[in-house]
């Protein structure tokens, strides 16, 4: 069996001859070996794994593309056939259905071997909240492993299973991948069903995926993602796959030097400057950005409706049974009776907004990049004070799904003392997978081991550059280039970049009269009589693709655009009667050489 059970490598020994029942007794012996009886609460008997896996089909990674892969759920999200404690064991029931998205995981093959430990009701960011014995770091048990999904970023980081899923209201998905050296996707809120779920917030959670690689939580994600119409929650959000490279142009941004926060830890600062070194040579110089709006926002988490919100998710409980909660649990939830309906309200037209100052952000920036956490914390430091460390853990991650927006927790470069220092990307929603294409170079480029393991993270297996089934092609060749102001117009949508290719040297382009702003227009003319100029191909949905035709304005419109590596997308063009008046720009090759002319004159 491959040192580390990733998807690729697990799918390409099956395909040499791998026994499944072989990697089903593999996980059992490294849990053995591991010897940490706090990342399971309910294990599955290794016969009735052997059975799951025996009656898989033969092996057809197409049609099951998580075919033979072990996972682990978080004890917090329903399988029927085991409780569901979330980590308190007088609250535990029998659910008689599987979570709609493990249900899904299921169904492509994927293998379960148990439900893993979690600070009690999905409430902290430590995993120490819990009446059963605490999982271990899997880096250093002197440190937190991280919650509340720690079980299952413990169970990844050993090798134990190749993905684990986890739930994110407040950064649960991200700080225990972050403190155990693996990766944390935290998807857009709605883009998976919440169905079968027990809630923290209901109106903030998701699931969450924790895998060794980029590509592997990718990979889970992408099976669970789509709308149900039995979640209420669910969203029909349009979330395009990794683009097979990054876009030009990509705008990244970082905290200003007010918005570094590392409680004084020179090895974080350190390591996350270094971090921040690799990402900008695969994206360009960091745009420092003002975090005020963001921690305000953060702020508002444990004050007013969100509070109120975590008592509703539990209110028999916390109204005839508030004994059985962990002291720290208890008195957290409890201190909703600290705020009435009008607060609440108070706090949602504050967030509100906030909102608005914060999303202004990705007007100048595509990417921001962010500490995990500021520092590590020591499960010593949390017998003396409870609260603090937690609340630091969620500097980073507090404002995250408030904002509505995605995010991915990659490992960055070690401290200086070998322990890891992660690094998280944001985006707005639906950009989930440009986090994928950006996090999984850069998780490369970080030259670490995967876990707590010594297999070298993986070279980026670069994507198709091609339009896939059910996409349309779309060649852009002015504000919608990736970068500019339009492009948001494409990332709404779902759209994914492809490639940078110039047209045939066929075509004039124009600035056309009129604006602000200024519009370009690309005309074909007779071979020979124009210029090569350069586009950006997106793919979109067809549903996508009419909505962002129906909004073109005469006299553009859409046609086929001939490419000079001989495919021919649809794109923008110009009637011939438009440029009347306008300036021919043709020289310059493109809109953005034209605009850095402008800039430069």
Request: contains cysteine.
């Amino acid at each position: 069996m491959p040192p580390f059970p990733t998807i690729p490598l697990l799918h390409a020994a099956y395909a040499a001859g791998l026994d499944r029942l072989d990697v089903v007794a593999e996980c059992y012996r490294r849990l053995a070996a591991v010897d940490d009886p706090g990342i399971f609460l309910a294990l599955v008997p290794e016969t009735e794994v052997q059975a799951q896996a025996a009656a898989l089909p033969p092996f057809d990674p197409v049609s099951m593309p998580l075919w033979g892969v072990p996972f682990a759920v978080k004890d917090n999200i329903d399988v029927a056939g085991l409780p569901t404690t979330a980590a308190c064991p007088d609250f535990a029931y029998a659910p008689a259905e599987t979570a709609y998205a493990v249900a899904r995981l299921l169904a492509a093959g994927a293998i379960l071997i148990g439900k893993t430990n979690l600070d009690q009701f999905a409430t902290g960011l430590v995993g120490l909240r819990t009446p059963y014995p605490a999982p271990r770091n899997a880096i250093d048990p002197a440190y937190v492993p991280g919650g509340s999904s720690s079980g299952s970023a413990v169970a990844v980081a050993h090798g134990i299973v190749s993905f684990a899923l986890g739930t994110d209201t407040a950064g649960s998905g991200r700080v225990p991948a972050a403190l155990n050296n693996i990766v944390g996707l935290k998807p857009s809120l709605g883009s998976v069903s919440s169905r079968g779920m027990l809630p923290a917030c209901r109106t903030l959670d998701t699931l969450s995926v924790f895998a060794g690689t980029v590509a592997d939580a990718d990979a889970a994600f992408r099976v669970m993602l789509g709308p149900d119409s039995a979640d209420p929650w669910s969203r029909a959000l349009p979330v395009a796959a990794a683009p097979s490279g990054l876009p030009p142009g990509l705008r990244l941004g970082v905290p200003d030097a007010a918005g570094l926060r590392f409680g004084g830890d020179g090895l974080s600062r350190t390591a996350f400057a270094a971090t921040v070194a690799d990402l900008e040579v695969l994206a360009g110089k960091g745009v420092p950005i003002d975090f005020a709006p963001m921690f305000a926002v953060a702020a508002l988490l444990y004050d007013g409706p969100w509070v109120a919100e975590r008592y509703a998710a539990i209110r028999p409980v916390m109204e005839t049974r508030p004994g059985i909660l962990h002291p720290t649990t208890r008195a957290v939830i409890g201190a909703a009776h600290r705020y009435s309906a009008a607060d609440a309200f108070a706090g949602l037209y504050s967030l509100a907004e906030l909102r608005r100052s914060a999303d202004a952000v990705w007007d100048r920036v595509d990417v921001l990049a962010v500490p995990t956490y500021p520092r590590p914390q020591t499960c010593a430091a949390l017998v003396d004070d409870p609260i603090g460390p937690n609340s630091e853990l969620g500097t980073y991650t507090n404002f995250v799904n408030l904002l509505d927006w995605c995010a991915l927790a990659v490992p960055g470069r070690l401290r200086a003392d070998g322990f890891p220092a992660g690094i998280t990307l944001l985006a707005p929603r639906g950009s989930d997978g440009l986090l994928v294409a950006l996090g999984a170079r850069l998780h490369a480029a970080s030259a670490g081991r995967i876990g707590a393991g010594t297999m070298p993270v993986p070279e980026v297996e670069l994507g198709s550059v091609q339009a896939g089934p059910g996409e349309i092609e779309l060649a852009v060749v002015g504000a919608h280039l990736s970068g500019l102001p339009l492009n948001r117009e494409l990332a709404e949508r779902g759209a994914r970049y492809l490639r940078t290719v110039t047209t045939e040297p066929d075509y004039r382009f124009y600035v056309l009269p009129g604006g602000p702003p200024q519009r370009p227009g690309l005309l074909r003319v007779g071979a020979g009589e124009g210029g090569a100029i350069e586009t950006e191909v997106w793919a979109l949905p067809p549903v996508a693709f009419a909505t962002f035709v129906a909004g073109i304005p005469a006299p553009l419109g859409i046609g086929t655009v001939r490419l000079a590596d001989g495919t021919a997308p649809k794109g923008f063009l110009v009637e011939a009667a438009g440029v009347t008046g306008a300036a021919d720009i043709t020289q310059f090759g493109g809109w953005r050489s034209y605009m850095a002319g402008r800039a430069a004159a």
